[in-house]
């Protein structure tokens, strides 16, 4: 089992930056894959980026260019640095760990909004 913590949410001004962190706790050595994840209002939700065990990243198209996903294995935190923010990316964004046999954990969620 491996939990989540979110942190790094909030409100900014469209062009503006935040940053997200996850940091991960439990069963670590299982994680093959971290990400996020973000679900807008009246919205399914929605890869944003991903990066793996190796450190490959992977990205929406929507986001690629401004944010960039990274993975500081020794604190076992994933970060999401999300730079031209934009009102379409108002979401709620969650973690996410995919273990070896592609089971998922998630964490709690935090609020992104974007004032215009």
């Known amino acids: 089992q491996v939990q989540l913590v979110e942190s790094g949410g909030g409100l900014v001004q469209a062009g503006g930056s935040l940053r997200l962190s996850c940091a991960a706790s439990?069963?670590?050595?299982?994680?093959?894959?971290m990400g996020w994840y973000r679900q807008g209002p009246g919205k399914q939700r929605e890869l944003v980026a991903t990066?793996?065990?190796?450190?490959?990243?992977n990205y929406a198209d929507s986001v690629k260019g401004r944010f960039t996903i990274s993975r500081d294995k020794a604190k076992n935190t994933v970060y999401l640095q999300m730079n031209s923010l934009e009102p379409e990316d108002i979401a709620v964004y969650y973690c996410?760990?995919?273990?070896?046999?592609?089971?998922?954990?998630w964490g709690q969620g935090t609020q992104v909004t974007v004032s215009s």
């Open positions: 439990g069963n670590i050595l299982s994680i093959a894959v």
């Open positions: 996410n760990a995919q273990d070896w046999y592609a089971r998922d954990s």
């Open positions: 990066i793996t065990d190796r450190g490959k990243p």
